[in-house]
């Protein structure tokens, strides 16, 4: 069996499929998508609630997400995630929303209904935050916040999940300054309480972020490979601070390196995948999920 399906597989699915014992009934949408761990956390789930489907990984390129959306009821899904980089486009390409994913503005889960209709749903932001509070031991909305990326999906997430939850100060970082303007400006109206900055993400700007921030959390997709550019120059952070790098894959990146070195606490994306896993698997099957089988396939 491949490990990564294309858009082309899904077309023909039910015969590419047909001599599965376990049909290919959820799936994850993503370009890149091979690194995705989804499929070892769900597959045990599956199995351990007797559910007779298989979750596998899809590459699905941008421009081919409205008609692989419409493919999946066709081909008998029951729903998928989506990843990089359809979530923000997903927003208007399914039949409704969950408050969950109107008010992140993305939607990472879709489930298929009895009737063939689409819901979008959004388990990033609960995820993030059950993770960061079994990371750190302090809940998200009790710290002052720096996210880096917070004009892509996951940090437009990070970012009104944690201003949801309390959070007293956030600095908002992005490459390109114009996305994370309207996150601001939707967090101001949404919690005026919440003290909000944009910055573009430059080392002077940085430098002086990290001095008013307890948690960092990195929201980018910098660091996934190996020759990505530094964000946050070594040194520039302090033994208080606390790193939650939305990244898994690899499983330490230069800025949780550049982190723990500087003495400060430091956690990956996995706990974050776990979460908002649990999560989905609750919305598609309207049942709890089997929260160690799928701990166990991530080798949490
Ligand atoms: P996205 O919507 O494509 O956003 C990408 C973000 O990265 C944008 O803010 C973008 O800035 C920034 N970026 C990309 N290249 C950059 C560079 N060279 N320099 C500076 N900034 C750069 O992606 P996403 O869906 O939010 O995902 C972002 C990351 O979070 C990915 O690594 C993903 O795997 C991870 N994630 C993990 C989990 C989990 O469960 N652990 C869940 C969700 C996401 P611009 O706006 O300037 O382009």
Not at 35 to 45: D, I, L, Y
Not at 199 to 212: F, H, M, Q, T
Not at 240 to 245: E, G, L, S
Request: aromatic fraction near 6%; charged fraction near 20%; charge should be negative.
């Amino acid at each position: 069996m491949a490990e990564v399906y294309s858009f082309e597989d899904l077309i023909h699915w039910n015969a590419l499929t047909a001599g599965w014992q376990l049909p290919g009934r959820l799936a994850v949408f993503g370009d890149p998508v091979a690194h995705s761990r989804s499929p070892q956390m769900h597959n045990p789930a599956l199995e351990e609630a007797g559910i007779p489907a298989q979750y596998v990984r899809l590459l699905i390129r941008e421009e081919e997400l409205p008609a692989a959306l419409r493919e999946l009821s066709r081909q008998g899904f029951l729903g998928t995630n989506l990843t990089i980089p359809h979530k923000v486009a997903a927003l208007g390409l399914v039949d409704r929303l969950t408050d969950s994913a109107r008010h992140l503005r993305t939607v990472n889960t879709v489930r298929v209904e009895s009737d063939g209709t689409l819901s979008g749903h959004n388990t990033d932001g609960p995820g993030l935050s059950r993770a960061v509070e079994e990371a750190f031991g302090v809940p998200l909305g009790g710290q002052r916040l720096l996210i880096l990326g917070a004009g892509g999906g996951a940090g437009r997430a990070a970012a009104v999940q944690s201003a949801l939850e309390g959070c007293p100060a956030l600095v908002l970082a992005n490459r390109t300054l114009s996305k994370v303007e309207s996150v601001a400006a939707e967090i101001r109206s949404l919690r005026p309480e919440t003290s909000v900055t944009v910055i573009d993400g430059s080392p002077e700007s940085l430098n002086r972020a990290l001095s008013g921030v307890d948690l960092i959390l990195n929201a980018s997709s910098v660091g996934m490979k190996v020759d990505d550019p530094v964000l946050v120059p070594a040194g520039t952070f302090l033994p208080r601070h606390r790193v939650y790098d939305m990244i898994y894959a690899p499983e330490r990146t230069r800025l949780l390196e550049d982190a723990a070195a500087a003495g400060a606490s430091v956690a990956n994306g996995l706990a974050m995948l776990l979460w908002q896993g649990v999560l989905a698997f609750e919305f598609w099957f309207d049942r709890p999920a089997p929260v160690d089988a799928m701990r166990r396939g991530l080798g949490l």
